[in-house]
């Protein structure tokens, strides 16, 4: 059996085959898909989230009066099950999409931009983050993206913003002890944009870093922007000056979008997708043609996602990626047949036991990268004798748990691998001693694991 572009574009690209749907037919049909991957009917806000969060404080503090509380554990419930209910979401989004190019590419950007929330009251902040700053502009510029992610609450309280104070801010000046904190102007340039090794200085994460004074958010008011936090002056970064009158968000928005802009953006993120689209070490005649899409078009996400699908090094490059322990989750799902429906509907238990617990046990808990650089992209951080063993359970036991009925491994292989799959996987499948060592078979095999 042959396979052609349509295949290599689902299992790349996308979340794998399905049964039920047909892959794409063509480059149009993968680029359609972004635009499918916006924020839905059940979309989390800042400021719902804030209203949650405020809850669970109120009620907390009630209990630590030792008055009556009975809030306290319905408001804490609400904020618990948010981790599990945007698995549910994402595996959903992913099985349900014609090809999962547009949910890949959450991916990509969630874990571009990652944030962490420590404990439970930014549970639904984070999903805030995910619906506000990052679905909305999968088929925009980048600089819209940027400037969302950098300046969103949940952003502001992972990397510790809403502790900044200009050191010679007026609030500063009365409140000895309170100061600069860096890690938001550090990120901004080092991981999110430049890249590590970029021309810049400790003078610019620096003079970035008190730009960003008076970014805050908190739980009376939301975000907010307080110009008294603010570093007075204006700052240079990058050798452009910034600000110099009253302190306002519009200028932290113009460094923002002159950062987004600059040439090593475009090559450091142009890498960054080919290294997680295509090889751990990309051809090169790919990064520059990434790039120079990105330059052209001014950070236009479309048309470096054309180049991308349309390239010769994405069929060149087929296994050349281990599949991360979400893509492997979706893949698997969609080439079982399991529909959005059915995972929504999957009790909390089973939904642990067949879905948390075996990304935990793969190396990638859900929602808790171990930092703000993501997680690891190299086929040997995903690989690891533990690793690969808790790959090869959930392949043995987990399809028994979510169908009442097996498919014939025969036709799941050629359902899941579209003809990519290899001669020997080819002669062991119909050998198998039971459909289920037969499904387990192809799951965990070297060709479903790597895309």
């Given at each position: 059996m042959g396979f052609g572009f349509a295949e290599v574009a689902a299992i790349r690209l996308g979340y794998g085959l399905s049964p039920h749907w047909p892959p794409p037919a063509d480059a149009r049909a993968v680029l359609a898909e972004p635009?499918?991957?916006?924020?839905?009917?059940?979309?989390?806000?800042?400021?719902?989230?804030t209203q949650m969060a405020a809850r669970l404080q109120q009620a907390q503090q009630l209990r630590a009066q030792d008055l009556e509380s009975p809030d306290f554990a319905e408001a804490r419930a609400a904020l618990n099950v948010l981790p599990e209910q945007d698995l549910r979401r994402r595996l959903a989004r992913a099985l349900d999409a014609p090809c999962g190019f547009g949910e890949r590419l959450v991916q990509f950007w969630c874990d571009h931009f990652t944030v962490r929330p420590m404990g439970v009251a930014r549970f639904a902040l984070a999903l805030a983050f995910q619906d506000e700053a990052i679905r909305p502009h999968l088929n925009g510029r980048f600089e819209d993206m940027f400037v969302a992610a950098e300046t969103h609450p949940m952003m502001l309280v992972y990397l510790d913003q809403i502790t900044s104070r200009g050191p010679n801010s007026p609030f500063a000046r009365r409140r000895p002890g309170l100061g600069l904190n860096e890690n938001l102007a550090r990120e901004a340039l080092e991981l999110h944009s430049l890249g590590v090794g970029a021309a810049y200085s400790q003078a610019d994460v620096r003079q970035l870093a008190e730009l960003l004074t008076g970014l805050s958010y908190d739980l009376r008011e939301g975000f907010v922007f307080r110009?008294?936090?603010?570093?007075?002056?204006?700052?240079?970064?990058?050798?452009?000056?910034?600000?110099?009158g009253r302190p306002n968000l519009a200028d932290i928005h113009s460094a923002?979008?002159?950062?987004?802009?600059?040439?090593?953006?475009?090559?450091?993120?142009?890498?960054?997708?080919?290294?997680?689209?295509?090889?751990?070490?990309?051809?090169?005649?790919?990064?520059?043609?990434?790039?120079?899409?990105?330059?052209?078009?001014?950070?236009?996400?479309?048309?470096?996602?054309?180049v991308l699908v349309t390239h010769p090094a994405l069929p060149a490059t087929l296994r050349h990626k281990v599949r991360q322990p979400l893509d492997l989750l979706a893949a698997g799902l969609r080439a079982l047949g399991v529909t959005g429906a059915q995972v929504s509907a999957l009790d909390q238990g089973l939904l642990r036991r067949a879905l948390m617990q075996p990304l935990a046990a793969m190396g990638q808990p859900w929602g808790q990268p171990k930092g703000p650089d993501g997680w690891p992209e190299r086929a040997q951080s995903w690989i690891a004798p533990q690793m690969l063993a808790a790959r090869i359970n959930w392949a043995l036991r987990v399809p028994r748990l979510l169908l009442d009925e097996l498919p014939d491994p025969r036709a799941l292989v050629a359902t899941a691998l579209g003809g990519t799959q290899s001669a020997e996987l080819s002669w062991a499948v119909p050998r198998a001693e039971s459909a289920a060592e037969g499904v387990a078979l192809v799951l965990a095999s070297a060709d479903f694991n790597r895309r």
């Open positions: 635009a499918l991957s916006g924020p839905g009917t059940d979309a989390m806000t800042t400021e719902r989230a110009p008294q936090w603010a570093e007075p002056g204006a700052e240079t970064v990058l050798g452009r000056s910034y600000g110099g923002l979008r002159d950062i987004a802009r600059r040439p090593e953006t475009a090559r450091h993120l142009s890498r960054k997708l080919a290294v997680h689209f295509v090889a751990d070490d990309p051809p090169e005649d790919l990064v520059q043609a990434l790039t120079a899409a990105w330059q052209d078009s001014g950070g236009a996400l479309p048309v470096v996602h054309e």
